[in-house]
């Protein structure tokens, strides 16, 4: 991660599954970044690097206050709201771990329509563990028994787009297959571009009028013991 920061220096890094009670803020202040984190013990986590000034405005997703899951982290850098989430995965099927990924979902969705309705300009990122469409993975019938593909949550992701979010990737990359940002460490998965894109940008109109470039960097996953994801950029005006 220090080397893809230093490369490409951008403005605001968001992270997910820290796995860790603890974040090396110091690690990356020398690096030039500010740094805010919510962190879980061996599970969940996420953080916000920033070259700016960050106001941490939520850590926990509203509607569940039993919820201690660290998946969530609202902030506000240079006059944008910039929510992080990583989803909940919700395998197997059937389980409350997919029931949970629903309701978390379910939560999600009524605070995304109040941010739309709000004049602050608002992005939100991170690992969605949603395959939107067939496109968005390699081989839809290799997927058909995963949380990630399933109608419900997929049902949930395009109502965020009714609500008028824009998917940063797509609206770029209208019909490009094979566009993936997580692929599996066996059987040579990333070699056979065998992958899903399960991470998203959802702007607002505000930020989407804005909206440059959205690409997936492939260099981090090609890289000796890697991460199973890449980095998705995205770049605003």
């Known amino acids: ?45 996420v953080a916000v690097l920033s070259k700016h000034p960050i106001e941490t405005v939520n850590t926990t997703l509203a509607g ?18 910039m929510v992080n989430i990583y989803l909940p995965n919700g395998n197997p099927i059937g389980s409350d771990k997919f029931l949970y990924k629903l309701a978390w979902m379910d939560r999600l969705l009524p605070q995304m329509n109040r941010w739309r309705n709000e004049t602050t300009p608002t992005l939100v990122g991170g690992d969605f563990n949603v395959i939107p469409e067939d496109i968005d993975c390699h081989k839809p019938s290799a997927w058909m028994g995963d949380a990630l593909f399933q109608p419900e949550p997929r049902a949930r992701y395009r109502a965020l787009l009714a609500m008028g979010y824009t998917d940063a990737f797509r609206s770029l990359h209208p019909g490009e297959p094979g566009k993936f940002t997580f692929w599996d460490y066996f059987r040579q998965a990333f070699e056979h571009n065998r992958g899903i894109r399960i991470d998203h940008f959802l702007l607002c109109p505000r930020v989407a009028t804005r909206l440059q470039s959205c690409y ?4 981090p996953r090609r890289k000796e013991k890697p991460s199973d994801h890449t980095p998705i950029v995205v770049e605003l005006r």
Not at 12 to 30: I, M, N, R, S, T
Not at 64 to 81: Q, Y
């Open 1 to 45: 991660m220090r080397q893809w920061l230093q490369s490409q220096s951008p403005d605001v890094l968001l992270l997910q599954e820290l796995k860790g009670p603890e974040f090396p803020a110091l690690v990356f202040k020398d690096l030039g970044y500010e740094s805010v984190a919510v962190t879980q013990k061996a599970y969940n986590g």
């Open 64 to 81: 569940d206050e039993e919820d201690s899951h660290a998946r969530f982290l609202e902030v506000m850098i240079e006059g944008i709201r």
């Open 216 to 219: 997936i960097d492939l260099e």
